[in-house]
Structures are given as C-alpha cells and as structure tokens.
T-cell receptor, first 114, second 111 residues
Framework: DAKTTQPNSMESNEEEPVHLPCNHS???????IHWYRQLPSQGPEYVIHGLTSNVNNRMASLAIAEDRKSSTLILHRATLRDAAVYYC???????????????FGKGTKLSVIP | DAGITQSPRYKITETGRQVTLMCHQT?????MFWYRQDLGHGLRLIYY???????DKGEVPDGYVVSRSKTENFPLTLESATRSQTSVYFC??????????FGEGSRLTVL
C-alpha cells in the first residue's frame, strides 16, 4: 500500500490559518487522498477527500500538488476545537472485493494556542 | 438519533472471559469496520464486513470473532480475553462516497 508521511506535531495560533502537509510520493493514479481528524477521547472524524483537484468544504480545504505526491490540508481559521490528531490516508479506488482497509498512520498532532 | 453507536463505552473484564462489544448504525451502510487503537500503533483494522453475512479479516484479527446477521449491527467478540487486548475499540461504517463514520469508542481493560 502507498504510504503517507506527516510531521509528528504542529502548533498554530488561534484564528490563524493552518497548513498541514502530507507526503505520498508512491501514490498511484487511482488513490484518493483522505483526511480524518481525531479529537481527544473521540473517534476519528472525516474531514475531506480528493483525487486530483483542490477541494473545499465547510471544515477545510485540500490542496493537491500537480504531481499528486503531496497534499496540504488547510484550516482557514484555527479554533481551539481544531486541536486534534490529523491523519492523511490514501484509499485505493479499487481495493478488491470487500476491502477498504484505510491504514491510519500516527498523524500530526495539532496544538492550537489561544 | 441517526448515527453509529457503540456499547458499552467502558468495560473491565478478567483474563479468559468472553466479551462482546456492540456496534449499531442507522444509515444502512453496507460496509462496517472494527479498529483498535493503542498508543504507538495508531488505528489497526481488526475485521470488516461488506454486507450482512459477509465478513473478512483485517490486519489484527487473532483472538476476535465477528458476525453480521443484520446490516445495522456488527458485534465484536473476544472469546477469551487477554491483557494484550486492552485497548480502545472503534466501530465505523462507510458511506457510498467513501467516507467513514466512527463511533465514540469502547474502552476495554482486561485484568
């Protein structure tokens, strides 16, 4: 499976934008890029996903490099509630019958400073 | 309320006992998953199910049993609990567009 590399931790000031990077140099042409986050003592929460084009939703934006070997999750104005571990995950478009084995790495722990 | 719920949220048991963790979703999603989360290992897939009566092993299935008699339920059973199965267990279901929705987790301690 293609793997992702993320920094272990990042800090941001409240109300400032945050750019969370992810490297996935072995990504295949049919892999989707998914982002999840996990707040303390909660289950992971879906944030956003994309294939080639940049994507926006109410939670965040996803910027995907032209060669797709890296991507960046953008939180436009960090709040204290955004303090969480953020996971960048690749999901194959065709994973075989019944398989959808999202592999969660260790993610990036984001701290938001008031 | 719609969503995915896990029970119990907290459980303490003894080595050798059987434990069942329940997972229920109200969306009629076909795919459901069980993960465990341990410090230093992130989330690891235990079992998944593509539909009622269809289950398959994930990365760490040993010591666990699952069943899926109904689409909305996906219980996970530890037939003879061991200390190494002390963990936080997360159930998830998958929307058609690919997003996973997770429950709040079941924290299991095996003494």
């Amino acid at each position: 499976d293609a793997k992702t590399t993320q920094p272990n931790s990042m800090e941001s000031n409240e109300e400032e934008p945050v750019h969370l990077p992810c490297n996935h140099s072995t990504i295949s042409g049919t892999d989707y890029i998914h982002w999840y986050r996990q707040l303390p003592s909660q289950g992971p929460e879906y944030v956003i996903h994309g294939l080639t084009s940049n994507v926006n939703n109410r939670m965040a934006s996803l910027a995907i490099a032209e060669d797709r070997k890296s991507s960046t999750l953008i939180l436009h104005r960090a709040t204290l509630r955004d303090a969480a571990v953020y996971y960048c995950i690749l999901r194959a478009l065709h994973s075989g019958a019944g398989s959808y084995q999202l592999t969660f790495g260790k993610g990036t722990k984001l701290s938001v400073i008031p | 309320d719609a969503g995915i719920t896990q029970s119990p949220r907290y459980k303490i048991t003894e080595t050798g006992r059987q434990v069942t963790l329940m997972c229920h979703q109200t969306w009629s999603h076909s795919y459901m998953f069980w993960y465990r989360q341990d410090l230093g290992h992130g989330l690891r897939l235990i079992y998944y199910s593509a539909a009622a009566d269809i289950t398959d092993k994930g990365e760490v299935p040993d010591g666990y049993v699952v069943s899926r008699s109904k689409t909305e339920n996906f219980p996970l059973t530890l037939e003879s609990a061991t200390r190494s199965q002390t963990s936080v267990y997360f159930c998830a279901s998958r929307q058609r567009t690919g997003e996973l929705f997770f429950g709040e987790g079941s924290r299991l301690t095996v003494l």
